[in-house]
């Protein structure tokens, strides 16, 4: 157990305190539970560093490194649970499932607490952010069960065409393998499992790297509350255990956030891409537009928190900020005196913004894009910006930026912002057209006119146009999916379920009358007992 000789334990609140787990070597197979005993790796917080070493930090326990054999054997747990449909899970009525849910629902209540530190002391996100995560997934399972519910018995309904009777549902697509992001390792992980799960699929999960040991205390519950094999749990390196799962082809749906390039890699291995379902968020570049005659303080306000929240630290964020040259010196002053008073510091502080980065990979990255950025002509434009000490990485503006600049290309993801400047409305549309990346937008304007124009055409670019706003995925009833290489699929209340499912008719002309109404009739069928 490696503690940073300047990091007091003792400085933390008696709330937030952590010791290392003990049996953190957990996976899921089959509806059991089992312990590791091979290869594993250990858990250093991003707490406590006082440098970019992989092994300093607070310990916090080891996580097991399974292989092929152990991932494949997970994935015919699942396999053997759908059973290609035949399998007690999805011959299940909706109101079964729900059901089980609900019962998962309850132990996960119980875990708020566990989860919530451990989650804090993973990655370093706020403790009120972790909290807060943790109560919007209870409410998006809440609510996923409510619309499923209030949708049974119009699913199920009767309907007419000509000669015709027929009556549709919505059926399961097969196994579906999970692959969730570190910033939000339980809500973005089952915004894919919890509507995969509703409408009859198996499920594999694979928790990101950072974030196993929390998403390690839902493993109990998960046996408890549904069949051996629906859900299962594997942790270790992508490339040892996720490229063997798609190249066996056995995988229905690929439910994945993360990059497009990883992305890319694992459909290619799978031999019947035409079988596969693809659900995925990746990255993203929002971007921000500040007119002439827009509120500044308004404008610096929201582009400042859609960019800084965690970090920087999800695909939802601002990344890049263009402003009109008649006010881009006032905007850019107002944001870096918004930027040098953001609080700055340890998970558990009040009001803090910026916490230390997870991974030394993440300050790397971001120290390369700024070298490079200044290296073409931008600068700081804040005071106190860069580097601190261990993973810490204060607030940093950059202007002007360019699109010559790597920067302004590519998604950051950490606390740098780059803010540019444009003339006319022209530019903005050919910005956007020759764009990676259409997740979302925000306009900052008090135009009504020139607003809804620039919309019209926006709106065929992006999924999302926030208006005197930042860019966010909330509340989990709109629809949450983007264009070009930033998703694939629509996530949401409602729209989910029909992400994880595929529409089956019953139908019959005159001649299967009978034999569609006797069995209706005798209430034997799903279609009336969902």
């Keep these: 157990m490696t503690i940073m000789t300047d990091f ?125 995560e943790f109560e919007r997934t209870i409410k998006y399972i809440e609510d996923s069960i409510a619309y499923l519910e209030s949708n049974l018995n119009s699913s199920a309904r009767i309907s007419r065409s000509g000669a015709y009777v027929s009556v549709l549902r919505r059926t399961p697509l097969g196994v579906a393998l999970c692959l969730g992001p570190f910033n939000y390792p339980l809500n973005e992980t089952f915004a894919m499992v919890i509507p995969a799960l509703l409408m009859g699929n198996a499920v594999v999960i694979k928790p990101p790297r950072y974030g196993c040991l929390c998403s390690m205390m839902l493993s109990d519950a998960f046996a408890a509350a549904f069949p ?58 929002n971007p921000a537009f500040v007119f002439a005659d827009a509120d500044l303080e308004l404008a610096a306000q929201e582009c400042l928190d859609g960019a800084m929240e965690y970090n920087g630290q999800r695909c939802t964020a601002i990344k890049q900020v263009l402003v009109h040259q008649d006010v881009v010196e006032r905007f850019v002053e107002i944001i870096s005196e918004k930027a040098d008073r953001l609080v700055c510091g340890m998970p558990w502080e009040d009001g803090v913004v910026i916490t230390p980065l997870p991974g030394k990979d993440r300050a790397e990255w971001l120290q390369e894009l700024l070298d490079d950025a200044v290296s073409l002509g931008a600068r700081v434009s804040n005071q106190r910006s860069g580097l601190g000490p261990g ?64 919309i019209d055409v926006l709106a065929n670019m992006v999924a999302r146009i926030n208006l005197n706003s930042q860019c966010r995925r909330s509340p989990d009833e709109l629809p949450f999916t983007g264009r070009k290489d930033s998703a694939e699929g629509t996530l949401s209340v409602g729209e989910a379920l029909k992400t994880f499912s595929l529409p089956s008719l019953v139908t019959a002309n005159p001649k299967g009358q009978a034999l569609f109404w006797d069995i209706f009739k005798s209430n034997q069928s799903q279609f009336v007992r969902m």
């Excluded at 010791?19 to 991003?46: C, E, F, H, M, R």
């Excluded at 708020?112 to 530190?117: K, S």
Aim: hydrophobic content about 40%; glycine content about 8%.
């Design 228 to 285: 051996p094999g629906v859900v299962n749990v594997i942790y270790g390196e992508g490339e040892s255990i996720i490229d063997p799962l798609m190249s066996r082809g056995d995988v229905e749906i690929l439910a994945f956030i993360g990059s497009a390039a990883v992305a890319n890699h694992l459909v290619s291995l799978h031999p019947r891409p035409n079988r596969l379902t693809t659900v995925l968020g990746l990255e993203a570049k």
């Design 391 to 454: 993973t810490l990485w204060y607030p940093t503006i950059l202007f002007p930026v360019n699109l010559e600049m790597k920067i302004a290309q590519v998604e950051q993801f950490g606390p740098v912002l780059p803010i540019g400047v444009f003339t006319g409305q022209s530019e903005l549309v050919d910005y956007m057209r020759h764009s990676k990346y259409g997740q979302q937008a925000s306009i900052f304007s008090q135009n009504p006119q020139s607003c809804a124009r620039f």
């Design 8 to 132: 007091d334990m003792r400085s933390v609140p008696d709330y937030c305190r952590i010791t290392p787990v003990n049996d953190g070597l957990d996976y899921l197979i089959g509806g059991q539970v089992l312990t590791w005993k091979g290869p594993n790796a250990p858990v250093y917080s991003p707490i406590g560093k006082s440098s970019l070493k992989d092994q300093d930090g607070v310990y916090l326990g080891a996580v097991a490194q399974l292989g092929p054999e152990e991932a494949i054997r997970a994935l015919s747990s699942a396999r053997i649970a759908y059973r290609d449909g035949a399998g007690r899970w999805p011959l299940m009525t909706a109101s079964q499932r729900i059901s089980a849910l609900e019962c998962f629902l309850e132990m996960l209540r119980e875990l708020e607490e566990p989860f919530v530190r451990m989650e804090m002391w993973e990655i370093a996100k706020p403790y009120s952010a972790c909290r807060d």
